[in-house]
């Protein structure tokens, strides 16, 4: 085995090591902080996966889109509401562990199978794309998958406007499941500055 | 434009002529420039340590660090060592290992980083094809390390200066990154190296400043503020949050949120004179200097003299913008959180979108100007 391959392969080994143990521990942690930050390590040993593949472009947009921006929000989320609590027990604990476990373990097997059936090798692997994939996938997305583009951004401007309605209810009239005008009183107190009239 | 010192391809020929194969000569080669960058970095760091103090004690009416070394330019050494020694606390009921790992995260992609500064046609470490989208990718990872040492601190304080830390750095990455996209487009490319030539045709004339003004001012906002400088310095406000996240941190933890903000300071200086200012790129075209000396642009004293002049310009540059940097620290007030998300969301990402719009338009109509 020449240098590069074996460099290569321990690189895979780690990263594979990392993102199961990773993966187990963001499930099976009780803290959920943990489970957030342990979260963006699976995230980045990803896109570690991605440059092993020659895919540097997917690497760094995984790490852009995935740690810096979705891990980085739900640590924020958690941060924001982290209360020192013992959650409630949940009733029927046991049959809904059996039912997510059954879900997981179809969506394993499906991937199974199409990981065997599927033909990875490349028909000339000297073909491969490396560093003009940037340009690639540039094409790509204006023209064959134009319409599945547009369709996520048209889906990313809903779930902002919805985020919008959620955050600014002082910005309504009625309040939005009950249908009863909005007590702005309660939303948006008037803040009195602290130094002021008090003499 | 292929001309320039390959130093890794003589190093390689030189290490064959002892009779070792391509391999191991990679293998020896590897080592050296990261070794090289990360002693760049760190005395980059002590110059500018050294500069701040100058430059606030001048603009104090002081004298400044005078008597470690001859103008107190010893100084920061002093200061590094001091931190070194140190006891290295860990709050008794703070998080040891988030505690630990935070300052490592914050450091280590700054400096990971580095990787696609170039100081010559060939003197950078990487020549990768994302190029400056690196770094935008590694920039985004900052947060993180920030958001966990604060709440690691197990302090108040602390925690509200990470969450200040990561909202900012999320609100000002995204102008940011539209203005860096500005340049791309202009471009044709993500490397560093195709930007810089691509700025070199003409000397001063063909800088990207001249074509990118408002993608400059934006790019130099956004630059200040995930560098967390005053008037953007927020997460560590003194006066409100103690010291922000770095509040429980002493030693050589704290060490490396200093080294990480200094090393971030630089590395943004770096790139905006890269981005906009020409790069390694002499006011006067190199080629007009050959030409006036009657050499050939391949002839060893006009490499030689290239890239030392590619050095020198990079760093007098980033530096340059260092300086003003310090300038600006020590001159103005700190804006407020909601004046900061403001600038950010509705001033910035506003501007930086129309410029964008702008240069695309301008593309298409002046290819010859704006990159064809």
Known sequence: MSIAITTQFICFTVLSLVILVGALGVVLLESIVYSAFLLGGVFMSVAGLY?????????AAQVLVYVGAVNVLIIFAIMLVNKKEDLKPI???NSRRIISTSICLTLLSLLIRVDLTNVWS????????GEESTIRIGEHLFSDYLLPFEVASVLLLMAMIGAIVLARRDVMSKDISTGLPVDQELIEKSSEPLLTNKS | MEYGLDLEYSFNEFLKGF??????????WLPLPMLLVLVAAVVGVLVTVWLERKISAAAQQRIGPEYAGALGVLQPIADGLKLLVKEDII?????GILFTAGPILVLVPVILSWLIVPFGQNLLISNVG???????ALSSIQPIGLLMSGYASNNKYSLLGGLRAAAQSISYEIPLALSVLAIVLMTNSLSTIDIVNQQSSAGILSWNIWRQPVGFIVFWICALAECERLPFDLPEAEEELVAGYQTEYAGMKFALFYLGSYINLILSALLVSILYLGGWGFPI??????????????????????ASIGIVMTILKAYLLVFIAILLRWTTPRVRIDQLLDLGWKFLLPISLANLLITAGLKLAFPQFFGG
Request: proline share 8%; glycine share 4%; hydrophobic share 60%.
């Open chain 1, 51 to 59: 440059l092993l593949l020659n895919a540097s472009f997917v690497a």
């Open chain 1, 91 to 93: 009733n029927n604990i």
């Open chain 1, 122 to 129: 490349l028909s000339n692997p000297l073909n491969s794309v």
């Open chain 2, 19 to 28: 009779g070792l194969s391509s391999e191991i000569a990679h293998i020896l």
């Open chain 2, 91 to 95: 709050p008794a009921k703070a998080d």
């Open chain 2, 130 to 136: 994302i190029g400056i989208f690196l770094w935008i």
């Open chain 2, 285 to 306: 075209p190199v080629e007009l200097i050959a030409k006036f000396l009657n050499l050939p642009i391949n002839a060893p004293f006009i490499q030689i003299f290239t």
